[in-house]
């Protein structure tokens, strides 16, 4: 997306803020494919027949984005980081609720290393792992280290690379790959834990 787009967005969000007529409906044609790429990426491990479609997930955050007046916007991408609070909590809401309905049978699975590019992942043979087990895991690993937490939901619910999560967390990119890779093992000793 060149300057000129990037700054129509951060007006659009300001004026959707601001209440402004039209500017969520003109908003959207133009982050809605940055979204829908990065639902497409969670949905990855998904089983066949999913009742949570990655439009219907994109919709959903972004009714949750666009109604918040709490927020000055200052860029296009502090809205996709902001995307990956509700995208989290959209699935984790939605695996809760079919757990409560199959009570444990037909859990949502993701990889773990889906923010990774995919031809990385399959060399490696990706792990599949439950969603809800992910979240709680996340949440385990915020009340030791808050920022690790907060990278891991840029990497894989935000989907931002290394560097734009590194940007966006104020660290360098080096920092901010060693604190991946911690925060990514945490995360796997954790989850081998709950299994």
Known sequence: ???????????????????????????????CDELRSLA???????????????????????????????????????FFVLAAKPM??????????KNRLKRGSGWQQVSIDVAEPAAEGKAR??????????DEAVAGLAERNERHA????????GGLDEANAAEVLGISRSTAAEEWRLARASLKLRLRGSG
């Open 88 to 97: 989290r909590s959209i699935l984790v809401d939605h695996a809760r609720a």
């Open 150 to 157: 907060r990278l891991v939901e840029l990497r894989f619910f």
């Open 1 to 31: 997306m060149c300057t000129a787009q990037q700054e129509t967005v951060t007006r659009l969000l300001n004026g959707v803020a601001l209440g402004e007529a039209g500017a969520a409906e003109a908003l959207l044609p133009m982050v």
């Open 40 to 78: 497409e990426a969670l949905f990855r491990d998904q089983k066949a027949g999913h009742a949570l479609q990655p439009t219907a997930l994109v919709h959903e955050a972004y009714k949750k984005l666009v109604g918040r007046a709490d927020i000055q916007w200052n860029s296009r991408n502090q």
């Open 125 to 134: 043979g990706r792990k599949v792992l439950d969603i809800l087990a992910l």
